[in-house]
């Protein structure tokens, strides 16, 4: 009997085995490293290209009877449509409040209260505006809300504007205050 006939076969199996095993596992590792590869790189499959000369040959292809489904051309990718870049927002000044009107405007304050300094810090704000105040005096009635009274046409819409403005009220001046100054303004509790 040879060398290898005898009765126990399991090193020569193993023999065998040690040498097929590494082989066998080194081709699997490279086919899936292959595979991986052509799918990463080739994704799209090779088309043959038509001689522009002559007809395509689905062109000339007659369908087979086990076709139920017309054929239909494949779409050409459309182009996608570049995103149109959204408007700014613009920036709309909001109308602030109306400046005063100064120019040519006197003033003179009544104080409307019992506070005895109240005219007096009424007319250094003024001043402090930019008006020029002409005279400071008792007012001959008591008042709630400060009120600024014009005197003339001319006068109203800077009346106006400075009672907006500082939150009193505005009107025509009543019979009894002096045509010589274009504003009154008479203090009221408001102020106090």
Do not use: C
Request: cysteine-free; hydrophobic content about 40%.
């Amino acid at each position: 009997m040879g060398r290898h006939s005898a009765g126990e076969q399991g090193p020569f199996i193993r023999s065998v085995l040690g040498w097929f095993v590494p082989w066998f596992l080194i081709a699997g590792v490279v086919g899936v490293a292959v595979w991986i590869l052509v799918n990463a790189l080739g994704g799209d499959e090779a088309k043959p290209v038509a001689d522009a000369g002559s007809p395509s040959p689905s062109a000339t292809a007659t369908p087979s009877p086990t076709d139920t489904k017309p054929k239909v051309a494949a779409a050409s990718p459309k182009p996608k449509a570049k995103p149109k870049p959204k408007p700014k927002p613009t920036k709309t000044k909001r109308p602030g409040p109306p400046p005063f009107i100064t120019a040519g405007i006197n003033i003179q304050v009544l104080n409307g209260t019992s506070d005895p300094a109240v005219d007096d810090a009424v007319a250094a704000r003024l001043e402090g505006l930019g008006f020029r105040i002409e005279a400071i005096d008792e007012s001959s009635a008591a008042y709630d809300r400060t009120t600024v009274f014009w005197s003339y046409p001319e006068a109203q819409e800077a009346a106006q504007v400075l009672a907006e403005r500082l939150g009193w009220v505005a009107q025509s001046k009543p019979d009894n205050l002096s045509d010589t100054v274009a504003v009154h303004v008479v203090v009221g509790a408001d102020e106090v």
